[in-house]
Structure formats: C-alpha cells, structure tokens
C-alpha cells in the first residue's frame, strides 16, 4: 500500500524554490495528491477519497467512430478528462498561480494560470548596435516596431563585415562572415524604471557568426547543420579573432589564420620587420616558402600544416 505521506531529497535541484500544488487526478496517476517542495525536500501527502478534488469529465461522442469501433468499445463516447490544480510556485525568476482547470488544448478552453516576474528581475532593453569591419556604429536598433526592425534587417544584409576561414570537424573548408553587435539592458521595467539609477546597466556583446554552408555533426541529416549563431565576447576580450577562435575549439573546427591582417602587416611594414615576424613562427627556409607562397597565391594560411612544419623544424633542431 502506498504511504500517505512521503518524504524525499531530490538528487538535483529543483527550479522551484517553494511550491505547495493541490492537483486533481490524472490518466496516469492513481491519487490525488497535495505536493510541498522546498528547495531540494519533496513532501507529497495523498488525499482521501473523501476530500479528493475531481476532474472535470466532458463527455464526447466522436463523429469519426465507424460502426465497428462502436461495436469494438460497447459505447459510442469517451470522456476528455481535464485536471484541476491549485498552486502556487516560487522560483529564480517569477511567481506562478495555477486556479481551475488546466487545458491541454487551447480548443478546449483557457488554462487558469499566471505568471508574475519580479519587478527586480526585469530588465528594459534600452540599446542594439549593429558595428561594421571598421568598428563603426550604424545605429540603434532596440525599438520592438516592426519598421525599426526591417531597417535593421537591411542594414544586417548590408554590413560589411569580417571574414574568418577554418575547417569544419571532418576537414570541410568554411568560410565564415561575422560582424559585432551590443546589446543593452537597464535593471528595472514599467513603474520600477527608476532602479536603473542604483544600478550598473548590463552589457553583451557578441559576434555574429553566419557560415557558407552547414557546419557541425548534424550537416547533410534531416535536422541539418549550424548555418549561423553567435558567441559572447568575454569580459578582457577586445578582439572578433580571439572570440572566433574559441568558438572553433568549442565545436571542434581547425581555425585557419585570417590573411587580411597578415597582408595589412606586409604592406605597412618593411622587409626586415616582416622577416622578423614570421621568424618568430621557429622560421626556417620550407616555412618561410611556405607563407609567402600562401600569401601571394591563396590567400589563406593552413594553420595546421603550418604547425607541422614548426613541430618538424624543431625537431630537426634536436
């Protein structure tokens, strides 16, 4: 027989930081039942029969049913039953009511719930900033109307941006279009705007990674591959380059150097500077070849292979 009252510790945390829910039976449970959670502690106490709250029953006669259902059954009806819950939920980040009944489906009716943020949870979302290639600002796209959002959806198709080079997990070449955007937010919504004053505004921001063809495991599969997303810049983080190349460790990409930089270095720099630069790569003459070649016929540089050729030189050097 099963315990009138049960007591547990969940392995994990519960979302719910208080929740006290009466609930009506279900098709799948057998009682009705009062649930009190606390934190990690669960109490549930089954109800008497007695003092159970029931659920509504609404009798349908199903049109579609042939004779031989009817026939199968011993009825032309079944019952659509719809529970009953009375709760009330503290989490993280709202309070929530359940009173009446519950529907699974809108058709049915209007589910009897509420969810109450706390006003010291809201944020106002005060600013988007589209930045191009050059660091420039082209404007503030944080207004939820639908002109302001296509303006910036024509200026996201328009940006110009920074392109990155790597190599997807199985060696397939991706050419990789990014461009920064800032989001920001100030603490505080409607009547409580004015707590943005005691408090610092927060700031993300992220780069825009949009690829030429799918990335990932999942590519050529039903589900498909990752065609665009994004990654947060971190805190000392200044740099698109140094956000791309975590991302490539992150999904298991091989970061292929970005020659543009390396052609802005050439063309503002000497021939003795440039030496010495690529000196520090452990030079010697095949990965010296090997650069220039790079940089004068496809534009890229093979991080990989160059590795290759530095563990190779340093061995030679034993």
């Known amino acids: 027989m099963k315990k009138r009252i049960t007591i547990e510790r969940n392995i994990t945390q519960s979302d719910y930081k208080f929740r006290i829910c009466l609930q009506s039976r279900t098709e799948d449970e057998e009682n009705c039942?009062?649930?009190?959670?606390?934190?990690?502690?669960?109490?549930?106490i089954i109800i008497p029969d007695w003092m159970a709250l029931k659920p509504i029953q609404i009798k349908v006669t199903p049109s579609s049913w042939s004779e031989a259902d009817i026939k199968r059954l011993g009825r032309d009806y079944y019952y659509n039953i719809i529970?009953?819950?009375?709760?009330?939920?503290?989490?993280?980040?709202?309070?929530?009511?359940?009173?009446?009944?519950?529907?699974?489906d809108s058709s049915d009716g209007k589910s009897n719930h509420k969810f109450i943020t706390y006003f010291w949870k809201d944020y106002t979302h005060i600013e988007h900033l589209l930045f191009d290639y050059d660091g420039n600002s082209l404007g503030n796209f944080a207004s939820?109307?639908?002109?302001?959002?296509?303006?910036?959806?024509?200026?996201?198709?328009?940006?110009?941006?920074?392109?990155?080079?790597?190599?997807?997990?199985d060696g397939e070449h991706i050419v990789v279009s990014t461009f920064i955007e800032q989001r920001t937010w100030n603490l505080g919504f409607g009547y409580f705007k004015w707590i943005k004053y005691f408090t610092k505004p927060l700031v993300r921001r992220s780069l825009s990674l949009e690829f030429d063809k799918e990335t990932g495991e999942r590519k050529g599969?039903?589900?498909?591959?990752?065609?665009g997303t994004g990654i947060d810049f971190l805190d000392d983080e200044e740099c698109s380059e140094s956000a791309f190349k975590r991302y490539c460790a992150k999904n298991k990409m091989t970061y292929i150097y970005n020659i543009s930089d390396a052609i802005k270095f050439i063309d503002s720099h000497s021939e003795d500077e440039i030496i010495k630069e690529i000196d520090s790569f452990c030079y010697n003459e095949e990965i010296k070849n090997y650069v220039i070649n790079a940089i004068n016929?496809?534009?890229?540089?093979?991080?990989?292979?160059?590795?290759?050729?530095?563990?190779?030189?340093?061995?030679?050097?034993?």
């Open 221 to 227: 599969s039903y589900k498909g591959g990752t065609l």
């Open 297 to 318: 016929t496809i534009h890229t540089i093979d991080l990989t292979y160059l590795k290759q050729l530095i563990y190779k030189a340093k061995l030679e050097s034993i």
């Open 144 to 169: 939820t109307r639908l002109s302001e959002y296509e303006k910036m959806s024509d200026v996201r198709d328009n940006i110009k941006r920074r392109i990155f080079n790597c190599l997807d997990y």
């Open 33 to 44: 039942e009062l649930r009190i959670n606390i934190f990690r502690r669960s109490i549930t």
């Open 83 to 104: 529970y009953r819950e009375y709760s009330i939920s503290f989490t993280n980040e709202y309070l929530s009511l359940y009173y009446g009944p519950q529907f699974d």
